[in-house]
């Protein structure tokens, strides 16, 4: 589940994936919040299940794959209140043409075999089986349709792709999943792990930065660290700003205030030639 958010990765393959960020989807329509150390983007550019899966991928993430009760309430609570998302343009027909946004969940490979797979690749976890009668594999997080006659039910036996409702439906209520037909192009749900590389365990534990989401100014703590340099990266790989260290310092401040809302990175480099990369958003 997590572990499909590969942790450790160089610089080079992290510049990839953004990169390739304004290939499948534009900044302008990616909202992001952060909730437990993960950064989510919500691209408001309808995809079918597939492209918005592969598209996750390019972004450097997977499709949201929901493990506990906490994680979905987090989720709902921000998709209504830190997103600008368009009801209309988001809706799935077969889901009482209601608003959806996908996350990632399928059963393409065998009906009924529900599994955590938000990059689509052929590594996946199972966390249900069967339909409506069905039950968790487990004993991992569902949160299908309690409504009507409940989900998923596989209406016209093409119903393969998983999505979360952002309106009620008469199997289900709003935040709840749904078992879609995956050629429905939807909004979707981006996951990010917050911490993109490092090559050294003690300085990422030894470093903090906050508040994550940034409002005006980011602060890093570096605990007596001997940076050399710190640069702020946005999504297309720019160098925004770069801060050379002259002296030891616990505590530096950067200034966010004219930058963009959206995702940043912040390379942090050591005298010693270690780096530490994380992601922050404002």
């Not at 506990?68 to 997103?83: H, K, P, V």
């Not at 487990?138 to 309690?146: K, Q």
């Not at 999943?177 to 365990?201: K, M, P």
Request: proline residues 2%.
């Amino acid at each position: 589940m997590k572990t499909k958010i590969v942790a450790m990765i160089i610089l080079s393959s992290v510049m990839g994936h953004y990169l390739a960020t304004g290939q499948c989807a534009n900044s302008s329509n990616v909202d992001s919040f952060v909730y437990n150390g993960q950064t989510y983007e919500v691209i408001k550019e309808p995809k079918n299940w597939a492209d918005a899966a592969s598209c996750a991928v390019q972004r450097g993430g997977v499709l949201a794959e929901i493990n506990n009760a906490s994680e979905q309430s987090a989720i709902y609570t921000a998709l209504n209140s830190n997103t600008s998302i368009t009801l209309s343009s988001t809706t799935a027909q077969d889901g009482g043409g209601k608003a959806y946004v996908w996350i990632g969940g399928n059963d393409i490979t065998t009906e009924g075999n529900w599994v955590l797979n938000g990059n689509n690749d052929a590594s996946s976890t199972q966390f249900w089986m069967g339909t409506t009668s069905g039950n968790a594999v487990n004993g991992l997080y569902n949160h299908w349709g309690s409504a009507g006659s409940s989900e998923p039910d596989d209406y016209n036996n093409n119903q393969d792709a998983l999505g979360l409702s952002l309106e009620a439906w008469p199997n289900g209520n709003a935040g709840e999943w749904n078992d879609l037909n995956q050629a429905n192009t939807l909004y979707y749900l981006v996951e990010h792990s917050s911490i993109l590389g490092v090559n050294d365990r003690e300085f990422n534990t030894r470093t903090k930065l906050f508040p994550n989401p940034v409002i005006d100014a980011l602060t890093i703590v570096t605990d007596g660290l001997d940076l050399l340099d710190v640069v702020v990266i946005n999504p297309l790989g720019q160098e925004l700003l770069t801060l050379n260290m002259e002296e030891k310092m616990n505590a530096t401040k950067i200034d966010f205030s004219t930058f963009s809302n959206g995702m940043y990175l912040v390379k942090m480099r050591l005298k010693n030639g270690n780096t530490l990369i994380k992601q922050v958003v404002k």
